[in-house]
Each structure stands twice: as structure tokens, then as C-alpha cells.
């Protein structure tokens, strides 16, 4: 298993600003992922966290808005730039270990006034 | 289309009782991988289960269990004598090998909102 913790847990931010959130895993995981969680709904992939190279985003999101660092194989950042009221949500980090499990950090509650 | 449909979008039930939760999902790979989750209130996702694709045979976990059949692309999830505790919202996932370097990417449902009732 691994075990992910993500800094910090909540935040409020004002419009206009950036909050750069980190995902610590205890373990080395193959993959890293970045999810976003609106209040009731389903978890959305924002991107792929590669290892030392740009990460892999999915339809709707871009680097410029979301950029994301994998420096090594436990630790990762994801970055929400120009922040707006829409972008209030859950980002919840997430990793896949050798043994194909996925594990979940316990989310960042981001609230953009 | 939907890879992962979760037709139940809440269910409700006394303590107790059994509930089965549907999980139907979409895929043109032999090999994948399937999982529950349970998000209780307090927002943290857990990991329940992991199921692949050349594996059939049915789990149980305590009260939990789950049903894998390929013929009918389904993982459908049973809680047994269910508690307040079980309360919560389960998401399905489906994670299919693509994506850069054959990485398997995660889909899940909607998720199924459970309430037991004391």
C-alpha cells in the first residue's frame, strides 16, 4: 500500500492568485495523478505527474493554468494559476504503486473568493 | 460514452439490510484493472478493492463482497447486514492500459451515495 499525505488541507484564496499544493507518498509509486472533485460529484483526471518531464494533461486542462512538478518517484506539486471562483474544488493527489493499487491523498479543500 | 456507469445515483437503507451496488463498465482491452472506493463524509477517498481483468473468482471482505463477471462487464459490490458506518458515497474505476508509455489511466463512475438509517 502507500500512504499520501497533501499539503496543505484546505486554503481559501483570493481571485487572481496562485496556491501550489504537495503530494507526499511514503513509497515509490510508478505513476502520480492529479484529480479534481467538484462538491457531489465524480473525481476528474487533470493530468499524469511524469517524472522528470512535463506532465500529461487531460481535455480541458493546461499547463499554464495547472502546472504540475515530479522532481522523483514520492514527491509532486500541482500549481492552480490565476485562480477564479470556478476553480473552488477538492484536488485530490493519488498514486499507483508496482502492484497496480491507487491510493489517494485526502484532498485539498481550495476555496477561491 | 460513459466507461464506467453507476446507474444507482443514491441508495437508501435501513441497518441491517443488504445492498448491492452496480457497477457497469466499457472496455476494449483484455488487460485492466477494476476498483472500489468509499468516500465517507469526511472526504477521504479509500481504497476498497482491486480486481483484473484475468481474475473471476468472487471476494469477500467481512460484510463486503464483490461480483466480477466479464460476460456482463459488471463489479458489483454487496455490503452485508449493512451499518450506519457504511454510510458514504462508493465509486467504481476502471483503469485501462494507455495513455504515455502503456500507463494505466483511472476512470470512475459518478458514484452511488449510500445512507443506512439506524
Known amino acids: 500500500s502507500a500512504v499520501i499525505s497533501q499539503k496543505p488541507s484546505r486554503d481559501i484564496c483570493q481571485r487572481g492568485t496562485s496556491l501550489t499544493i504537495q503530494c507526499q507518498v511514503d513509497?515509490?509509486?510508478?505513476?502520480m495523478f492529479w484529480y479534481r472533485q467538484q462538491p457531489g460529484q465524480s473525481l476528474t483526471l487533470i493530468a499524469t505527474a511524469n517524472q522528470g518531464s512535463e506532465a500529461t494533461y487531460e481535455s480541458g486542462f493546461v499547463i499554464d493554468k495547472f502546472p504540475i512538478s515530479r522532481p522523483n518517484l514520492t514527491f509532486s506539486t500541482l500549481t492552480v494559476s490565476n485562480m477564479s471562483p470556478e476553480d473552488s474544488s477538492i484536488y485530490l493527489c493519488?498514486?499507483?504503486?508496482?502492484?497496480?493499487?491507487?491510493?489517494f491523498g485526502p484532498g485539498t479543500r481550495l476555496t477561491v473568493t | 460514452a460513459q466507461k464506467v456507469t453507476q446507474a444507482q445515483t443514491e441508495i437508501s437503507v435501513v441497518e441491517k439490510e443488504d445492498v448491492t451496488l452496480d457497477c457497469v463498465y466499457e472496455?476494449?482491452?483484455?488487460?485492466?484493472?477494476l476498483f472500489w472506493y468509499k468516500q465517507p463524509p469526511s472526504g477521504e477517498l479509500v481504497f476498497l478493492i482491486r480486481?483484473?481483468?484475468?481474475?473471476?473468482q468472487n471476494e469477500i471482505s467481512g460484510r463486503y463482497s464483490w461480483n466480477f463477471q466479464k460476460s456482463t462487464s459488471s463489479f458489483n459490490f454487496t455490503i452485508t447486514a449493512s451499518q450506519v458506518v457504511d454510510s458514504a458515497v462508493y465509486f467504481c474505476?476502471?483503469?485501462?492500459?494507455?495513455?504515455?508509455?502503456?500507463?494505466?489511466?483511472?476512470?470512475f463512475g459518478r458514484g452511488t451515495s449510500l445512507i443506512v438509517h439506524p
Open positions: 513509497s515509490q509509486v510508478t505513476m
Open positions: 472496455t476494449r482491452d483484455t488487460t485492466y484493472y
Open positions: 480486481r483484473n481483468s484475468f481474475d473471476e
Open positions: 493519488s498514486g499507483w504503486t508496482d502492484t497496480y493499487e491507487q491510493y
Open positions: 474505476a476502471l483503469s485501462e492500459q494507455g495513455g504515455t508509455g502503456g500507463s494505466y489511466i483511472p476512470t
